[in-house]
């Protein structure tokens, strides 16, 4: 039987289950019925599963087999892929190995993007290995082997000021202007988080500005704290729990039904952290601000008056992609501005390189970071591009401080959008 091409596309477009990131194979769903965000014993008769055939090293089911994996193709030695992960990982759970300060690096070397895991054709690790590279960190704690020494300074300042940026609270909404018009008696609050209201505050200004644009009545919320990803993501459980239940507080003290967020780091940790690894369910609806406009514009209350004439590349967040599943929602708004011509790099979606700021590793592995972060750009530059747009302001930074050259632009979505309704 001949496929139309629209059932060719249909084809070509991974699915996803509901709430995640991870793709939706039809013949493992009787095998992925444990749960996620739990401790180490949890999942110890998983790990020896792994058969080190070196899959999850590529994107081995594109044309290309492009590499995928930041942290391994930086370290070279299979400890730091996820095969060789799993295999430490069932050596110390079964106390063939013992925690030493080397082995707590491997685990903090490596940015949780999370594409070897897409990889894996084993269900279980395909499904779970996310959760077990975070537990390892939770262990490494316990042991007083982990956070690493500049993880551990910026969650110190977290505690005091509420933020890991060094900065003071006091601050926090300097970005703010008078032609923001808020709303104090609204039910929904704009969550800026800590990159965009201390280095990255264009994306504040655009978020907030677009949100006016549609008549939106939104409030930013005077006791908005750091939501806790950078300490979680570092292995810190128990003290990140603390902030989340803090946080929870004060949502519901400002009256608070409806959170949009423009961090992919703050979605994920408001959206999935809280409710499903620290129990705190809450009533309140979480958006990424793609997903948002996506519903404004379907319903014509978002409208594009500037024609752009950009040709630009997504890159996927690897926090609202892979580890919560947003893949469409950004490209089907970018698509409808006009003058966008949206071109996809070789690795996108599930495949996507990371840009290796995330998981702690642009604090304590800066030549890491920056070697995921210049194999993106280039990537993006290869790809005939006048920009690499993201949605994620810690993406944006990254990129930021990573272009060498005018050769290439960088923004972020809201940014974009901005561009598009400017009057
Ligand atoms: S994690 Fe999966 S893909 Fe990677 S080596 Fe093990 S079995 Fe192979
Ligand atoms: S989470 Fe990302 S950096 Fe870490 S092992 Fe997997 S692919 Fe490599």
């Keep these: 039987m001949e496929l139309e091409v629209s059932d060719l596309e249909k084809e070509k477009t991974p699915k996803y289950i509901q709430g995640t990131g991870i793709t939706e194979l039809d013949i493992f769903a009787d095998r992925i019925s444990l749960d996620r965000n739990k401790s180490l014993d949890y999942y110890k008769d998983i790990f020896y599963q792994c058969g080190k055939c070196g899959t999850c090293r590529t994107g081995f089911q594109e044309k290309g087999w492009y590499r995928v994996c930041p942290s391994g193709e930086y370290g070279k030695f299979e400890a730091y892929y996820l095969g060789g992960k799993n295999l430490l990982t069932w050596a110390v759970s079964s106390n063939r190995l013992n925690w030493t300060e080397n082995l707590s690096k491997i685990f903090y070397q490596c940015s949780l993007c999370l594409a070897c895991t897409q990889q894996c054709q084993i269900p279980e690790i395909h499904h779970y290995a996310g959760e077990w590279l975070i537990a390892m960190r939770e262990e490494a704690v316990k042991k007083g082997l982990g956070p690493m020494p500049e993880q551990t300074r910026y969650s110190e300042h977290i505690a005091l000021e509420y933020n890991p940026y060094m900065e003071k609270h006091k601050d926090r909404r300097n970005w703010l202007s008078s032609n923001i018009i808020q709303n104090q008696d609204a039910k929904l609050a704009y969550f800026v988080g800590c990159t965009t209201s201390y280095r990255e505050q264009s994306v504040a200004k655009a978020t907030s500005e677009v949100l006016n644009s549609i008549q939106i009545g939104f409030k930013i919320l005077d006791e908005e704290h750091c939501c806790g990803s950078p300490i979680y993501m570092t292995g810190q459980t128990d003290q990140a729990k603390k902030i989340a239940e803090s946080n929870v507080e004060i949502f519901k003290k400002a009256g608070i039904e409806k959170i949009i967020t423009s961090c992919a780091g703050c979605y994920r940790t408001l959206k999935e952290t809280y409710p499903k690894k620290f129990g705190l369910e809450h009533d309140i609806e979480i958006l990424h601000l793609p997903e948002f406009l996506l519903e404004k514009l379907n319903d014509n209350e978002l409208k594009f008056n ?59 592995f800066k030549d890491l970071s920056s070697f995921a972060a210049n194999e993106r750009i280039e990537e993006a530059k290869e790809s005939n591009v006048d920009a690499i747009v993201s949605c994620c302001p810690f993406c944006l930074n990254q990129f930021k401080t990573n272009i060498k050259n005018s050769n290439i632009k960088t923004y972020d979505f809201s940014e974009i959008v901005h561009k598009a309704i400017k009057s």
């Design 306 to 364: 500037n024609n752009l004439n950009l040709k630009i590349t997504y890159h996927d967040p690897c926090h609202i992609g892979r580890h919560m599943g947003i893949y469409e929602p950004p490209r089907e708004v970018l698509k409808k501005i006009p003058g966008i011509e949206l071109i996809e790099m070789p690795r996108n979606r599930q495949n996507a390189w990371c840009c290796g700021s995330g998981g702690g590793v642009r604090s304590a």
